[in-house]
């Protein structure tokens, strides 16, 4: 009688290569993985990204001009929605505004709350240097239209554009004590003499040969345009009666597109623009005035003063 050969059976060859399922009998993978006899090289631990420090960045002349493409409309940017019932129905049906919609909020969720004030560590947030001459007339941009209250006038809304339009304008754009002061290295009394002087002798002069000085403080938070509100009579008693109606308070419609397109990359920095009488950015200053930047402002000023009073020469020939 021949008996069975006793084979030597180990408990891996008791398990297939290749498993069937009872239900659908597809091939699955193998229960089980093989651990390699040879173990990888350990990987180096990521080196730590350097941080940035204040010499990284550096100011660099402003190279192009700033400013919305189409000229200012007087009520623009008001902030205030007036849509009709049927133009709102229309626009919540409409996709393609939905995916605008979550652009422009994912761009606001993504910035962080306190990008501002860390940019500031680097030259107390000056992001540009002013330029050395004048934008020319026919590649400059427009300044926007801003919507706001003036001392003048608390109660009523006023538009920028009407108050810039026919007359060279020194604005300063600015949110908060510190920006404020800012703007101040470039046209204040006492810290460029050489400008209030020539805006003193201008002033009185009509059309594009005037000088004046805007003042735009933006504030969106509610509860720090109430300060201000309640602390009027202090800033009216800073300024001249006559400059009243030119200290503007915006509280809504100034939104990341209009930042951009003027330039003001940190909110918490002051900006001062010099726009002519056709509300055109023919220079730009950010933050702390340098040297020789507060005289390049006046003389920005004198050759733009000049310019305009030629073109209204030219205009009186050609009448004639």
């Known amino acids: ?59 660099k002349p402003l190279s192009h001009p700033l400013g919305q493409p189409n000229p200012p409309k007087p009520g623009e940017n008001s902030g205030l929605d007036t849509r009709t019932w049927r133009q709102r129905r229309d626009d919540f049906f409409n996709y393609d505004k939905h995916l ?32 050395p001459r004048l934008f020319k007339a026919e590649s400059s941009l427009y300044f926007p239209n801003l919507c706001g209250y003036t001392l003048a006038s608390p109660s009523a809304s006023v538009s920028t554009t009407s108050v810039l339009q026919g007359r060279t304008s020194v604005v300063s754009v600015f949110s908060g004590t510190w920006a404020e002061r800012q703007t101040q290295s470039f046209v204040g009394q006492a810290e460029n003499a050489a400008l209030a002087e020539e805006v003193e002798r201008l002033k009185s002069r009509g059309g594009a040969e005037g000088v004046q000085r805007v003042w735009v403080n933006v504030e969106e938070d509610w509860m720090k345009a109430g300060l201000i509100w309640l602390f009027l009579g202090g800033m009216k008693r800073k300024l001249a009666q006559e400059e009243w109606g030119r200290s503007f308070v ?71």
């Open 1 to 59: 009688m021949l008996k069975p050969r006793h084979l030597p059976i180990s408990s891996r060859s008791l398990l297939p290569s290749q498993w069937l399922c009872p239900s659908c009998q597809s091939r699955l993978q193998r229960p089980y993985r093989l651990a390699s006899s040879t173990t990888r090289p350990s990987e180096p631990p990521p080196s730590e990204p350097s941080q940035p420090t204040n010499e990284e960045f550096t100011p």
């Open 100 to 131: 605008e919609r979550r652009k422009e909020l994912t761009r606001k969720v993504s910035r962080p709350y306190f990008r501002d004030w860390t940019s500031a560590k680097h030259h107390r947030g000056k992001t540009f240097l002013s330029a």
């Open 250 to 320: 915006v509280r809504r419609g100034f939104g990341e597109e209009i930042r951009e397109n003027i330039g003001m990359a940190n909110g918490k920095v002051g900006y001062v623009y010099l726009v002519d009488a056709a509300c055109r950015i023919r220079w730009a200053g950010s933050g702390d005035a340098w040297e020789g930047e507060g005289e390049g402002l006046v003389g920005c000023v004198k050759r733009l003063v000049e310019g305009g009073k030629r073109e209204k020469e030219k205009g009186a020939m050609g009448r004639k």
